[in-house]
């Protein structure tokens, strides 16, 4: 996984990104009809039901517009919130408030939704060993945001991108020329290169899982596609070699029963491309 100073460098990138994106040459509209000394607040409204997320990077944007913005803490980062409260107050020049508040209310949305669907799967997951992971499946430039997101409605973040784990899935295998060839071959470019990262090796069958357990030195096996008779068999097979992770169009209606087939981990797409923003508005007081 990555470090925290290489997560902090992401978070940078994107807040300097999204505000060169947003405020260009100047925010004119605040410029022209706002005194540059003008001293102002705003209240971070939740007009909607969920788990709020975000707050600690709201934070970050506010410093990054104005370092002498002050913000206040009413709720934190993992809370459930409902319509009508309100998370935060932020104090300082107003200016300052306008520029920042577009993509402090961004961010903000996406991640409480995806905090808020998150924190559902888990639930879904309570009496059973699995935990629930995240995917590449998010939106290009704030990968960050998501995946914090994601941990912070109580999932776990899987690979963060291409260079943090090996993750040798079907077309890898078919390129490669099989199973045991694109593992060996693997182990070989890690060792060469000295890089010190898991492999996940992807299971299309049971005959598949046979020919990975041939194999030392994989870290956990990607179970795709499978029934639950099968995905059974499987972790069955497996036993305490490895890890197990099942994946594959898993839904708020299957999942449990993934679970109950005794896999660590089940990953899902959805918690990041397939969620509706929580209402929140930044209201000048």
Not at 87 to 104: C, N, P, T
């Amino acid at each position: 996984m990555i470090t925290e100073a290489q997560f902090q460098n992401e978070l940078d990138l994107i807040i300097k990104n999204a505000i060169r994106e947003d405020i260009g040459d100047g925010d004119h509209t605040s410029l022209s009809c706002i005194p540059k000394d003008a001293q102002g607040s705003a209240k971070l409204l939740v007009k909607d039901t969920g788990i709020i997320a975000g707050v600690a990077f709201a934070k970050q944007v506010f410093s990054y517009v104005d370092k002498s913005l002050e913000v206040e803490i009413f709720m934190n980062d993992g809370d459930a919130v409902k319509f009508g409260d309100i998370v935060f107050q932020v104090s300082g020049k107003s200016q300052s408030i306008l520029m920042a508040e577009r993509l402090v209310l961004n961010a903000m949305q996406r991640m409480s939704a995806i905090a808020t669907k998150t924190s559902f799967f888990a639930n879904l997951l309570k009496g059973t060993q699995a935990k629930v992971l995240d995917t590449r499946k998010t939106t290009p430039g704030i990968r960050a945001l998501e995946k914090w997101a994601v941990k912070i409605g109580g999932g776990e973040n899987h690979r963060f991108a291409l260079y943090d784990m090996v993750m040798i899935k079907d077309n890898h295998i078919d390129f490669a020329g099989g199973i045991t060839k694109a593992i060996t071959k693997t182990k070989n470019y890690l060792a060469e290169k000295k890089i010190d990262i898991k492999i996940i090796v992807e299971a299309r069958n049971l005959k598949e899982i046979k020919e990975i357990l041939t194999n030392d030195g994989v870290y956990r096996i990607l179970i795709d596609n499978f029934s639950y008779e099968d995905t059974k068999k499987a972790v069955d097979l497996i036993g305490d070699r490895c890890l197990t992770e099942s994946s594959g169009g898993i839904n708020e209606h299957t999942i449990k029963k993934y679970a109950l087939c005794g896999v660590n981990y089940i990953s899902s797409g959805a918690l990041t491309h397939s969620v509706h923003n929580l209402d929140l508005s930044l209201k000048a007081i």
